[in-house]
Nanobody
Framework: EVQLVESGGGLVQAGGSLRLSCPTS????????VAWFRQGAGTAREGVSCTSSVDGRTYYAHSVKGRFAISSDDAKAIVYLQMNNLKPEDTGVYFC?????????????????????WGKGTKVTVSL
């Protein structure tokens, strides 16, 4: 059974930090990429970041570049998202998702339609 279980969300003031975790199981971590998406109230789901041990590349949305950092523990099949200098517009439910091969295989890294597996999300709220 494939599992992606997000954790680490919460309430934080603007300028603060959170670290999200996404332990995975049930698929070949070394032959998949894992991405973080988020969805705010009334907005479409958007790609935040992606990483793949297949080619070692990482991708970031322009809005989070320089503030967020994606990393992975390949031995434990866990992907992290370190979020610094958080802003109210970062508020939303954060999901991790996985697909075969690297982040750009078959579809753009930030396309939700290309993802094969999804977690249920963790909520992040950033207050002023």
């Amino acid at each position: 059974e494939v599992q992606l279980v997000e954790s680490g969300g919460g309430l934080v003031q603007a300028g603060g930090s959170l670290r999200l975790s996404c332990p995975t199981s049930g698929f070949s971590f070394d032959r998949h990429s894992v991405a973080w998406f988020r969805q705010g109230a009334g907005t479409a789901r958007e790609g935040v970041s992606c990483t793949s041990s297949v080619d070692g590349r990482t991708y970031y949305a322009h809005s989070v570049k320089g503030r967020f950092a994606i990393s992975s523990d390949d031995a434990k099949a866990i992907v992290y998202l370190q979020m610094n200098n958080l802003k109210p517009e970062d508020t939303g439910v954060y999901f991790c998702a996985a697909k075969k091969m690297n982040c750009e295989y078959g579809s753009r890294w930030d396309s939700e339609y290309g993802m094969e597996y999804w977690g249920k999300g963790t909520k992040v709220t950033v207050s002023l």
